[in-house]
């Protein structure tokens, strides 16, 4: 079975300043896909950004951007010009190639203070 | 494009009472999910359909938990009888086939 570990619960970053949230996963597979997804007060997972396992090159959308590194297991996120729109709980996820059930972390609390 | 529709947003009720929330998926998406999530905790899958088969129900507490996706679209999720610890938010998601899936906002339940 597949495991996802976060472990920063809390982190909190002045407004414009750069974060990263740290993630690491277990599995035996070698094809899969890993994800963060963003939960604000209003409870709505939002899809991130997403990284298929296969591909050497790091996703990136707009200010958000990861770290993959496969053989270690770890797949950061980093936030950069944060706003306070940032706000929020992030997620990082996993799911195998070809089925899109995910496995979930316990989260991080991310707070843009002004 | 509409989203994920759930429904209630919230909810209260006694132990050992039953509950019923209602998920509709976005449009043409085959695939369906339930998540628990617990207060300081990750989602995690109760029951995956595909179209109205079960896919993976394999973390769903059948004694308790029945879920149902009539005509491969809506879904009901049940909860009979409710125990204090089925206090969670419960999330439902959509998704074509090996795709991103999209969310609902979620019924937030306490049981009491």
């Known amino acids: 079975a597949q495991t996802v570990t976060q472990s920063q619960p809390e982190m909190s970053v002045q407004e414009a300043e750069t974060v990263t949230l740290s993630c690491t996963y277990d599995?035996?597979?070698?094809?899969?896909?890993l994800f963060w997804y963003k939960q604000p007060p209003s409870r709505q997972m939002i899809l991130v950004i997403r990284q298929e396992a296969y591909k050497q090159q790091n996703a990136t959308e707009n200010r958000f951007s990861v770290n993959f590194q496969k053989a270690a297991k770890s797949f950061s996120l980093k936030i950069s010009d944060s706003q306070l729109g940032d706000t929020a709980m992030y997620f990082c996820?996993?799911?195998?190639?070809?089925?899109?059930?995910?496995?979930f972390g316990t989260g991080t609390r991310l707070t843009i203070i002004p | 494009e509409a989203g994920v529709a759930q429904s209630p947003r919230y909810k209260i009720i006694e132990k050992r009472q039953s509950v019923a929330f209602w998920c509709n998926p976005i449009s043409g998406h085959a695939t369906l999910y339930w998540y628990q999530q617990i207060l300081g905790q990750g989602p995690k899958l109760l029951i995956q359909f595909q179209n109205n088969g079960v896919v993976d129900d394999s973390q769903l507490p059948k004694d308790r938990f029945s879920a149902e996706r009539l005509k491969g679209v809506d879904s009901t999720l049940k909860i009979q009888p409710a125990k204090l610890e089925d206090s969670a938010v419960y999330l439902c998601?959509?998704?074509?086939?090996?795709?991103?899936?999209?969310f609902g906002q979620g019924t937030r339940l306490t049981v009491v």
């Open positions: 996820a996993f799911a195998n190639f070809g089925n899109e059930k995910l496995t």
């Open positions: 599995t035996s597979e070698n094809n899969y896909y």
């Open positions: 998601a959509s998704s074509l086939e090996y795709t991103e899936a999209f």
